[in-house]
């Protein structure tokens, strides 16, 4: 028997989006189609201002939808109440470039703040954290504070806390942008084992031409307009 097709985890459909009121409101998102597939790792690339961050609040449901048609993990956006927008945020796990880490908190206790909602006892979430900061080259930080960290930790911190409650959904706003290559490349992978373990499915806003070979599927948002894109690679690492 065929398997059945697995929804896609995102599905917009003339998705559209605007800032202000009257002569000074100015449209973002100009009916965007497109698709975020399940276990896959999806870049979203574009110049600034052309409308990613937006796309990404969207999605995180951090904002509402004012027109069109944006499904997130089998959830319609669009209309939605404020608890139905807090249930899809829980099964999300977001990578933005302000790190918002809790400054009061060691650097493990900031990754397992994320686990003392999960059926896991303190042992296990201690642990899942230990594992996850020595993934990403800080396992010798673990008892040390967020002020004395350099940027590129602090973000390698927010990453790890991100994929500690192993969410449906990574959103990440350009997460290796302070990161050196080696780290980076790392981070990718780490996002790509959870894709394949969990069949999860990770939306990368980025301007690092080194991740693209790292993709399964690339969109390019323009105008406020998406699109699939296929750049040769080889030519793109250069």
């Keep these: 028997m065929t398997p059945t097709p697995r929804e896609p985890v995102i599905v917009t459909s003339d998705l559209r989006h605007s800032y202000g009121q009257g002569e000074l409101r100015s449209q973002i998102l100009h009916g965007l189609d497109f698709e975020v597939q399940a276990g896959e790792i999806t870049l979203l690339v574009g110049p600034s201002g052309s409308g990613k961050s937006t796309l990404l609040t969207l999605v995180g449901a951090l904002r509402s939808v004012e027109e069109g048609s944006l499904k997130v993990l089998g959830q319609e956006l669009y209309g939605s109440s404020e608890q139905q927008r807090m249930a899809v945020r829980r099964r999300i796990g977001f990578i933005f470039q302000s790190h918002n880490l809790v400054a009061s908190l060691t650097v493990l206790q900031n ?107 690339i969109w390019r948002i323009e105008d406020g307009r998406v699109r699939p894109w296929q750049p040769d690679l080889a030519t793109a690492e250069h």
Excluded at 137 to 152: A, T
Excluded at 168 to 188: F, H, K, M, R, Y
């Design 111 to 217: 990754v397992q703040l994320l686990l003392q909602l999960s059926e896991a006892h303190g042992g296990q979430r201690e642990q899942r954290a230990r594992d996850l900061l020595e993934a990403v080259g800080l396992g010798h930080r673990l008892h040390h504070y967020p002020d004395e960290l350099s940027g590129g930790q602090r973000q390698r911190v927010a990453i790890a806390r991100a994929l500690a409650p192993e969410p449906d959904l990574i959103l990440a706003d350009e997460p290796t942008a302070s990161l050196d290559s080696q780290s980076g490349q790392d981070v990718v992978e780490l996002l790509g084992s959870l894709c394949r373990r969990r069949q999860s499915a990770v939306l990368l806003v980025t301007h690092d031409l080194r991740l693209l070979k790292d993709a399964d599927r």
